[in-house]
């Protein structure tokens, strides 16, 4: 047995990379340019002690650096002009404790070592009535398999929220890169992993932006021309997960819409072949044997929707062309009522242009249909493995987009409460076994999405950051665009504002 004292800090050849895990892949030392491929450790967690060391066929470390850092890439670009965000007069939210009240929204701010940023009570005041949308939302699950059946990747699939606990993994933001503008941070209030307190600093960033034009309209019979500009309030964290950055952005707007953003960047997990080799299990890049393996990075979002009220119900909303149809020309949108949870595991259909709509019945719009909001599933990705794979019993959640239940408070992760050495035993696919009724009831969504990465080039040395999320928009919940009150131009009382927010020249 090796006795390792300090498994996260070790060197090159022979040591272990920064990963804490049971199944080590190994990396010489500075960073993900120099994968040992094929070089396994098997490390015993409770003992602390290497349990087995797998050496399979040798593969020549790659030798080309891969580097970012300023001193490498050489001088920096001159020609941007600066861009400077100011708000005189302050940001336009009101910040109670962890209550927020921005516009018409109001919401909590939560943290958890597992989930990290958690939205509690999100109501959007309607004229003079709190309207509740939804009573708790947050990042539940993630998954990260790959493609690349080589030994050291065939099992690697890290769920990196339930396994390694991405709130605890969050960044202290700064003012500049980070966020920019009026910022109100938040602490994360968490534990570590010995269920001490922790505090990360500054854990979540809370700012508005400009949004662009949220609508307009020229007369051209009139001559008038009226628009107004959107603004939305970003509250976000950022999670570093080894290589990988996850910057995680919940987005409310003046109408009502919500978006889930999650931006991925940071440095691709890599691999190495024989100079000059070519595997179809990922991208070359570059010709000294260093690939990006094809993966997924798959997110469930839970969503304890309360919209009106506690007592909800989801339509998927299919657009169909009827059979009479004579002019052929016609195709109209067909609600169905999802009656019960293993009527509601569903998967995403571009060509019927699917959305799902998460109703209450009991409170009806200006024309007597049931105030509504609906999810526009984008970035539905769901598992590339096989189902017979390892990770797909695990993952049983990532094989569908939408899963909805019956609220229970001791069902919080769609892979169940233990993912940590899970075999499939729990969560969704397990508790919707029981089928139980979810028409007019407190229910939980829960969202499957994600990005299908095909490694690129441009993906390396360190990856531009890719966009992956979806929206939930009002629809029907009010009885027309929520928006008309909003003025023409927002006059700064110190300093005058500027029509369409900008200097002409
Ligand atoms: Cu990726």
């Not at 009527?343 to 409170?363: C, L, M, T, Y």
Request: aromatic share 10%; hydrophobic share 35%.
């Amino acid at each position: 047995m090796v006795k390792l004292a300090k498994p996260a800090t070790a060197g090159c050849v022979g040591g272990v990379s920064a990963r804490i895990s049971r199944r080590f892949s190994t990396f010489c030392r500075p960073r993900e340019a120099y994968p040992i491929e094929n070089f396994i450790v098997i490390y015993d967690l409770s003992s602390g002690t290497v349990a087995r060391i797998e050496d399979n066929e040798a593969i020549p470390v790659p030798k080309a650096a891969g580097n970012y850092l300023p001193k490498y890439v050489g001088p920096a670009r001159t020609d941007l002009k600066p861009i400077s965000i100011t708000q005189p007069e302050g940001a336009s939210f009101k910040v109670t404790g962890n209550h927020v009240r921005w516009a018409d929204w109001s919401f909590r701010v939560g943290f958890t070592p597992r989930e990290g940023l958690v939205l509690h009570q999100l109501r959007f005041r309607d004229k003079d009535t709190e309207r509740p949308v939804i009573n708790r939302a947050s990042l539940a699950e993630m998954v990260v398999p790959y493609g690349d059946p080589a030994p050291v990747r065939a099992k690697k699939n890290a769920f990196d929220s339930g396994e390694y606990n991405i709130g605890n993994m969050a960044n202290s933001l700064t003012v500049g890169c980070d966020c920019t503008g009026e910022i109100k941070y938040f602490d994360g209030i968490t534990t570590d992993s010995h269920g001490n307190p922790l505090t990360i600093e500054n854990a979540i960033c809370m700012h508005e932006e400009d949004d662009s034009i949220l609508w307009k309209h020229f007369d051209f019979r009139e001559g008038t021309a009226e628009t107004r500009r959107s603004r939305k309030l970003v509250i976000a964290f950022i999670a570093t997960v080894a290589n990988y950055e996850y910057a995680f952005y919940w987005h409310l707007f003046l109408d009502g819409s919500i978006e889930f953003l999650v931006k991925a960047t940071g440095i691709l997990s890599t691999a190495a072949q024989h100079p000059n080799e070519k595997t179809p299990y990922g991208q070359a890049l570059n010709n000294d044997g260093l690939y990006g393996p094809i993966h997924q990075h798959i997110f469930n979002v839970r969503m304890d929707f309360e919209v009106d009220g506690p007592l909800n119900a989801v339509y998927e909303v299919d657009t169909e062309i009827p059979a009479d149809n004579p002019t052929y020309t016609a195709f109209r949108a067909v609600d169905r009522l999802l009656e019960t949870e293993q009527a509601a595991i569903r998967k995403a259909d571009s060509s019927k242009h699917r959305f799902w709509k998460i109703a209450n019945r009991g409170s009806k719009n200006l024309v007597n249909e049931p105030v509504a909001y609906r999810l526009i599933p984008t970035n539905a990705i769901t598992l590339a493995a096989d189902d017979k794979a390892h990770v797909s019993q695990r993952a049983q959640f990532a094989r569908n987009n939408l899963w909805v239940t019956a609220y229970d408070r001791a069902e919080r992760f769609p892979a169940g409460e233990f993912p940590n050495q899970s075999t499939g035993s729990d969560g969704l696919h397990v508790w919707t076994q029981a089928d139980r009724n979810i028409v007019d009831q407190d229910l939980v969504v829960w969202y499957t999405f994600g990005m299908h990465h095909v490694v690129r080039l441009e993906d390396w040395p360190v990856m531009p950051r890719q966009n992956i999320g979806f929206m939930l928009e009002p629809h029907g919940f009010f009885d027309q665009n929520p928006t008309l009150n909003l003025p023409a131009t927002i006059e700064a009382t110190t300093d005058p504002g500027q029509c369409c927010n900008g200097h002409q020249s």
